[in-house]
């Protein structure tokens, strides 16, 4: 039972580049979530979906796109990067099944652009 | 939006100390979570917390949801317990997080 798994754990990137940033979850949760991890801050909604097909932004969405083609994957993809984009992401996903109340995180992915 | 706040913003303990995290929200809520951060950047969740009181082991957590606010216990703080400590909480269609921005703690050998 893997969790959730995210890839890469660093990167670096250039301004101007794209990339994607993988998630996955193994749990069959309708639940995911992107967040942003800044210094001294909590974690941000970027964006999140209640399951295949149905997406919607969070608090700082700006400069990402996602979508969700199956239960069990979730990409976040940075379009055109920028030096604010500069953060750790993490992927989580829940679920709204009896008694189960709890999040599952990925290990986060680490991305600076220069 | 909602806000939570977190506090102290930092603590530093001697192993086998005690410590109370504060957390305050803005608004009431059906769900609030507690989170640890360790140091190597992997999120556990630690307390699902909506009312009353819960204990694990030697952290026990209480949400008086009518005051607007959640505590959360160390006792016998060990080195293993240094990270950061967040609460959250949960809102809207796909149980979305509202994060406070955390206490960072320090236990010392």
């Known amino acids: 039972n893997a969790g959730v798994t995210q890839t890469p754990k660093f990167q670096v990137l250039k301004t101007g580049q794209s990339m994607t940033l993988q998630c996955a979850q193994d749990?069959?949760?309708?639940?995911m979530s992107w967040y942003r991890q800044d210094p001294g801050m909590g974690l941000r909604l970027i964006h999140y979906?209640?399951?295949?097909?149905?997406?919607d932004q969070g608090e700082v969405p700006n400069g990402y796109n996602v979508s969700r083609s199956t239960t069990e994957d979730f990409p976040l993809r940075l379009l055109s990067a920028a030096p604010s984009q500069t953060s750790v992401y993490f992927c989580?996903?829940?679920?709204?099944?009896?008694?189960?109340?709890?999040?599952?995180f990925g290990s986060g992915t680490r991305l600076t652009v220069v | 939006g909602i806000q939570v706040e977190q506090s102290p913003p930092d603590l530093i303990l001697q192993e086998g100390a005690n410590s109370t995290l504060r957390c305050n929200f803005s608004?009431?809520?059906?769900?609030l979570q507690w989170f640890h951060q360790n140091p190597w950047g992997q999120l556990i969740n630690l307390f699902y917390?909506?009312?009353g009181t819960k204990q694990n082991g030697r952290l026990s957590a209480t949400t008086v949801a009518t005051e607007r606010y959640s505590l959360l216990y160390i006792s016998s703080s060990q080195t293993t317990d240094s990270g950061v400590y967040f609460c959250?909480?949960?809102?809207?269609?796909?149980?979305?997080?509202?994060f406070g921005s955390g206490t960072q703690l320090t236990v010392l050998p």
């Open positions: 608004d009431s809520v059906n769900n």
């Open positions: 749990m069959n949760h309708e639940y």
């Open positions: 979906s209640v399951g295949a097909g149905i997406t």
């Open positions: 989580a996903s829940s679920s709204q099944g009896q008694g189960r109340y709890g999040y599952t």
């Open positions: 959250a909480v949960v809102t809207g269609s796909a149980r979305q997080l509202t």
């Open positions: 917390i909506p009312s």
